[in-house]
C-alpha cells in the first residue's frame, strides 16, 4: 500500500448554493476544506473576498442545549445498556434529515425548560427549609411575630449562643432599667432564644447592652402571623413543591424512550456544527464563495461528477513540491494492513513525501508478537476478545485494536502449537492431576530447553528486519536520485555482511574485503576535506555500534517468550501443590489471567520499540499531517453511506 495522491482543489459558487454545496461535500466526505492563504495572500484578492459567517456559534448552542437534555434524561430516566452492543445503522438521508432534527430539538428544549423549572423549584425549597429552620425556635411564641408592643411599651426578639448563661444576659438589660422582662421563648445547644419586654424608649439602651453579651435582636421582615402558622403555611408550599416536582420528573421520564432519537439529533447538530465551521473557512462576496482544500486522487472525478450539479467551477492541480509538509495525509490500507495504524498513528504519520510503513511493517509486527506471546490458550483468547470488538463495529483505534488482536491471535496460536505452550503446561499438570501419568504437547522447541537456539533465532530475524529497513532506504535514495548516498549508505554493508557470510561458510575473505574497502571509499567518495579521513572512522564506528546494538535489542523476543512461558509453568505448579483438581484449576486461571494481562500489553509495547526505534529509524520519514475531510461522523450511530 502507498500514501494516497492528494489533489489541491478550489471551487468558485454562487452563494445561495453554498450551504448545499457545504452539505454535498460533507455527504462525499473526500474533502478537507482549508483556508486559502495562498489566494489571500495577494492584496488586490484578500480586498475582494471577505470571511464567511455560517452560523457555527449557534450550530454549537444548538448541539450544547441537546447534549444538556440527554444529560437530564440520562438522571431522570436512566437507559439500560448492553454490554458491547453494536451500534444503530442510519442511511445518510436519515441521517440529514432537518424536519427530524427540529422536532427532537423542540423536545429537547421542552426536557431542558422541565429541568430550570425543576432548579428553580430546587432553589425555593431550600428558601423556605431556611425559613422553617429560622422559626422553629420561636414556635412556643404565640404573639404575631410583625407585633411591636403597645404604644408605651415595646417588644424585642433576641438570640444568644447556647454558651452565654441566661442570667448575665438578663443582668446585662437590668444595668439599663428595672422596668422590663427578659423571658426565655426556646434553647438547644446552638443558642437561646427570648424576647425583652421593656418601655419603647428603653429598648435601644439595652440592645446596645446585650450586644456586649453576645445577644443580636431577631427580626422577620415581610413576616406576618405566629410562628407556628408560617411554619405550617411553609410546609404546605413544600408539600406543593414536591408535587409539582414529582409531575416535571414524570414528564421528563415519559420521553424515556426519545433517548435514542435526541442522541441521534445531537450527532446531527454536531454534525451541523462541523459543516459551519468548515464553511467559515471560506472566502467569499456578496454573489460567489471560493472555496480552497485537498481531495484524494482517486476521489477526484466521483467529486467532480457531484460539483456538476451546482452553478460552480472547479480545478484540480497537483501540489508543488514545496507544498508538501502542508498536504495531508491519507493512508491507503485494507483489511489486512489497517490495525498497523495503530502503530503509525501513535508513532507519527509518514511525510506526504515519505512511504506507508504499514504493508512492510505487518509482517514483522505479527511475527515478533506471536513469538513473544506463543501460548495456544492466550492465542484463543486475542481471538475471542478481537471477535467480541468486532462483533460491536468499532472505531479508531478500537477497529485497529481488534484487529491486532486477530491477527496477532492467530500468530500467537500458532508459535504456542511449535513451542507446545497452552497456559504454559496447563494440560500437563491436569493429566498428572487426574491420572498420575506423564504428559506433553509435541512441539518443535520450548523456551526452557532451546533457549540459546530462539536467542539466535531473534537476532536473525531482527538482522532481516533491519536490512529489510535498509533496503527501503535504498530504494528511496535511487529513486531520489542520490545514487551514491544509496551504495555507499546501504550497499556497502550488504557487501560487508555477506563478507562475513562467506567467510564463515565458504572460508573465503574476498567479499568482506571488497566491503571494507567500500567502506573507506565511503567517507573519501562523499566526504570533504578532513572529513574524508574522519568520516571513514565515524562511518565505522557508527555503523559497528549501531548495527551490533539494533541486532541485540531484538533478544528481547526471547526474554518474552521465555518470561511468558516460565510465569505460567509457575502459576500452574503452585495450583498443583494441593493436589487438588478445583483448587489447581482456580489458581492456574488467576495466575494465567494475569500473565495474559501483563504480556498482552508488555508484548506490544517492546513490539511498537521494535518497530519504531529499530525499523523505523532506516528509512521512515515522520510529520504527515492526518487528512481530516468534511464528513458525517456520529457517535451513536453507524451511517450508511449510498
Known amino acids: 500500500m502507498a500514501i494516497v495522491r492528494m489533489k489541491k482543489l478550489r471551487i468558485i459558487a454562487m452563494r445561495d448554493q453554498r450551504d448545499g454545496l457545504m452539505r454535498e461535500l460533507m455527504r462525499l466526505g473526500c474533502v478537507e476544506i482549508r483556508e486559502p492563504d495562498e489566494l489571500m495572500s495577494d492584496p488586490e484578492t484578500a480586498a475582494l473576498l471577505r470571511p464567511e459567517r455560517a452560523g457555527l456559534t449557534a450550530a454549537r448552542s444548538r448541539h450544547a442545549e441537546l447534549e444538556a437534555a440527554l444529560t437530564t434524561l440520562g438522571r431522570y430516566a436512566p437507559e439500560k445498556k448492553k454490554l458491547l452492543a453494536a451500534r444503530p445503522l442510519v442511511s445518510q438521508d436519515s441521517f440529514l434529515d432537518d424536519e427530524a432534527m427540529e422536532r427532537d430539538y423542540a423536545l429537547a428544549r421542552e426536557i431542558n425548560e422541565r429541568e430550570q423549572e425543576l432548579r428553580r423549584l430546587a432553589g425555593e425549597e431550600t428558601r423556605i427549609r431556611g425559613e422553617i429552620e429560622a422559626l422553629t425556635p420561636w414556635r412556643a411564641l404565640d404573639m404575631p411575630l410583625e407585633s411591636t408592643g403597645t404604644r408605651t411599651c415595646g417588644v424585642s426578639l433576641f438570640s444568644v449562643p447556647a454558651e452565654v448563661v441566661m442570667e448575665s444576659v438578663a443582668d446585662a438589660a437590668q444595668q439599663v432599667t428595672d422596668e422590663m422582662q427578659v423571658i426565655l421563648v426556646s434553647e438547644d445547644e446552638r443558642q437561646h432564644c ?229 497456559f504454559g503446561d496447563f494440560l500437563t499438570q491436569v493429566v498428572k492431576l487426574t491420572s498420575g501419568r506423564d504428559f506433553a504437547l509435541p512441539s518443535l522447541f520450548t523456551p526452557l530447553d532451546d533457549t540459546l537456539s530462539i536467542l539466535v533465532g531473534s537476532m536473525a530475524l531482527g538482522f532481516v528486519h533491519i536490512v529489510t529497513g535498509m533496503a527501503v532506504s535504498f530504494i528511496r535514495k535511487l529513486r531520489a536520485g542520490q545514487v551514491l548516498d544509496a551504495v555507499f549508505e546501504e550497499v556497502t554493508w550488504w557487501v560487508v555482511f555477506l563478507g562475513l557470510g562467506c567467510m564463515f561458510l565458504l572460508h573465503t575473505n574476498i567479499v568482506l574485503y571488497a566491503g571494507l574497502i567500500m567502506v573507506v571509499a565511503g567517507p573519501i567518495v562523499t566526504g570533504k576535506g578532513m572529513g574524508k579521513i574522519t568520516g571513514i572512522f565515524g562511518s565505522l564506528y557508527n555503523h559497528v555500534t549501531g548495527f551490533f546494538g539494533d541486532i541485540l535489542s531484538y533478544s528481547r523476543l526471547m526474554a518474552l517468550m521465555l518470561a511468558g512461558s516460565v510465569i505460567a509453568q509457575v502459576f500452574n505448579t503452585l495450583g498443583a501443590i494441593p493436589g487438588n483438581v478445583v483448587v489447581f484449576i482456580v489458581i492456574s486461571m488467576l495466575g494465567n489471567a494475569l500473565n495474559f494481562a501483563l504480556n498482552l500489553l508488555g508484548c506490544y509495547v517492546h513490539d511498537l520499540r521494535l518497530q519504531c526505534l529499530e525499523f523505523f529509524n532506516k528509512f521512515y520519514e515522520d510529520g504527515g499531517k492526518p487528512f481530516r475531510p468534511l464528513d458525517i461522523k456520529a457517535r451513536s450511530v453507524d451511517i450508511v453511506k449510498e
Open 194 to 422: 427570648f424576647i425583652v419586654i421593656a418601655r419603647k424608649e428603653d429598648l435601644p439602651p439595652i440592645a446596645d447592652a446585650l450586644r456586649q453579651t453576645g445577644s443580636v435582636p431577631v427580626a422577620f421582615p415581610g413576616v406576618t402571623g405566629t410562628a407556628t402558622a408560617n411554619i405550617d403555611s411553609r410546609r404546605r408550599q413544600l408539600t406543593e413543591i414536591e408535587a409539582q416536582r414529582r409531575e416535571l420528573v414524570t414528564e421528563i421520564t415519559k420521553e424515556q424512550g426519545r433517548a435514542a432519537d435526541l442522541r441521534l439529533t445531537a450527532d446531527r447538530l454536531e454534525a451541523a456544527a462541523a459543516q459551519a465551521e468548515a464553511a467559515e473557512r471560506l472566502r467569499g462576496t456578496d454573489n460567489i464563495v471560493v472555496l480552497e482544500g485537498w481531495c484524494p486522487e482517486p476521489d477526484a472525478e466521483r467529486l467532480a461528477a457531484a460539483l456538476k450539479g451546482y452553478d460552480c467551477a472547479w480545478e484540480f492541480s497537483d501540489p508543488a513540491p514545496e507544498e508538501y509538509p502542508d498536504v495531508p495525509v491519507k493512508l491507503k490500507n485494507n483489511l489486512i494492513t489497517r490495525p498497523m495504524n495503530m502503530v503509525t498513528e501513535m508513532y507519527s504519520l509518514p511525510a506526504y513525501s515519505g512511504v506507508d510503513p504499514n504493508p512492510l511493517m505487518f509482517p514483522f509486527f505479527i511475527l515478533f508478537y506471536g513469538m513473544m506471546m506463543a501460548d495456544m490458550g492466550y492465542g484463543l483468547l486475542m481471538l475471542i476478545l478481537g471477535l467480541v470488538l468486532k462483533k460491536t463495529r468499532p472505531r479508531g483505534m478500537l477497529d485497529y485494536m481488534s484487529g491486532l488482536l486477530l491477527m496477532g491471535g492467530v500468530s500467537t496460536f500458532i508459535f504456542g502449537a511449535v513451542t507446545g505452550g497452552f
